[in-house]
């Protein structure tokens, strides 16, 4: 086999030695970590203490217990009456929502309980109050937190009072109508019962008399007024049953679950608070460690100079 001969230029290149790389002093040895935690080990554990301390102290002294007060509505229900569609308002939880958060209705409660809530605090407590609906039902439920749970109690129960007030008078409006319907149905029946009884006694009548074309004619008319009627009335009797379920089923406002006074707070959550107040000094501590080796292993080059 025939190889090409190689230049000058490329023996020499060839004939050069492949340098050899240093080894990466910043490799890290387990060993190295273990030392400098061990020998930062007070500090460690002081940063950790200073943490945990400062937050026992902030959750058992310092911060006051939030406490939530919680209730539950049901809505009721209202029928549609004709021409007279019903307002969702106190019907649909999304609309009672904003009644219930509304600053109307806010500050009647305010004013109702005397409360000490000045114009710059009214969004701060408007806040504090959740009303939220329950899926797949027409409940809401109504929770608010406060450092005082007697007044949170004493809120929440205005709330649900002016509410039931308001809609009082939609719901007693409403049942009227469907009464209404009712005593015009029981007239309309009266008034078909006579037709009925007419007719029948009538077609009585007709019976003692002869056969004649005239007459047959004249009780063909009676016996399809007759059942007529009978339609009408059976038709009037389904309206006045489903009438009279919808009023037996109007509900108004119900309180499902009344404002309790709550146990426990829930902020500050203290077995937490310095649960993660323990974690982060711990964390704050070991950063610390290495930063003080790192700095007094490479001192600032102001200082070599």
């Not at 950790?48 to 026992?56: D, I, M, P």
Request: glycine share 6%; proline share 6%.
């Amino acid at each position: 086999m025939e190889f090409e001969k190689k230049t000058g230029n490329e023996q020499a290149i060839d004939s050069k030695p492949i340098p050899a790389y240093p080894p990466y002093e910043d490799e890290i040895d387990l060993r190295d970590i273990v030392l400098t935690l061990w020998k930062h080990r007070t500090l460690i554990a002081a940063v950790f203490l200073a943490a945990v301390l400062t937050s026992g102290v902030l959750s058992f002294f310092v911060l006051s217990p939030v406490y939530e007060v919680k209730a539950a509505i049901s809505l009721g229900y209202l029928p549609s009456i004709g021409e007279n569609p019903i307002h969702p308002l106190y019907t649909s939880p999304s609309y009672a929502r904003e009644v219930l958060l509304s600053d109307d209705l806010l500050r009647e409660v305010i004013s109702g309980l005397n409360l000490e809530v000045q114009p710059a605090e009214f969004e701060a407590f408007k806040e504090s109050i959740e009303v939220e609906p329950v899926k797949d039902t027409n409940m809401l439920r109504l929770t608010i937190e406060t450092e005082d749970p007697a007044e949170g109690q004493r809120i929440l129960n205005k709330m649900i009072e002016i509410f039931r007030s308001r809609s009082r008078e939609q719901f007693q409006r409403q049942r009227e109508l469907v009464e209404g319907e009712l005593q015009r149905i029981a007239s309309d029946l009266a008034e078909l019962e006579q037709h009925i009884e007419a007719t029948k006694e009538t077609l009585a009548k007709l019976e003692g008399v002869g056969n004649s074309t005239v007459v047959e004619l004249q009780r063909a008319r009676l016996l399809d007024a007759l059942s007529r009627f009978e339609e009408q009335r059976q038709g009037l009797l389904e309206k006045q049953a489903l009438r009279l379920q919808e009023l037996h089923g109007i509900e108004g406002i119900q309180v499902v679950e009344s404002p309790h006074l709550p146990e426990n707070p829930v902020r500050p959550r203290k077995v937490l608070n310095i649960t993660v107040a323990g974690v982060l000094g711990l964390m704050v501590g070991v950063f610390a460690a290495f930063g003080v080796e790192y700095f007094r292993n490479n001192p600032l080059l102001s200082n070599t100079e």
